[in-house]
């Protein structure tokens, strides 16, 4: 019998002194808005992080990354705009 070995990754956000922490497979939908990010959740739970500064290919850029990246952690810094996301193992 193989055993299968099934991890679950994490998706960090900080803005500013906040950090919030979901796991991958808790978040069903991503979806910018025109004033921030919003991360619909298991069980009904809705998170929005409001930035009415941030530029669109920002959240492009984090939508795509969280789209491609469904077996590795995601760290989304929403205070870096050149680099808000980065994506680790």
Known sequence: MSEQMI????V???KKNFTSIFKTS??????????G???????GVRVTFEDAF???A????????LDKFKNANI??????YNNPVSVYS
Request: proline share 2%; hydrophobic share 35%.
């Open 7 to 10: 991890t679950d990754y994490d």
């Open 12 to 14: 960090k956000i900080t």
């Open 26 to 35: 808790d978040i069903i939908q991503f979806n910018e808005s025109h004033d």
């Open 37 to 43: 990010i919003n991360f619909q959740l298991k069980n």
């Open 54 to 56: 941030m530029p669109l």
């Open 58 to 65: 920002v959240k492009i850029k984090i939508k795509s990354v």
């Open 75 to 80: 760290n989304i810094n929403m205070d870096n």
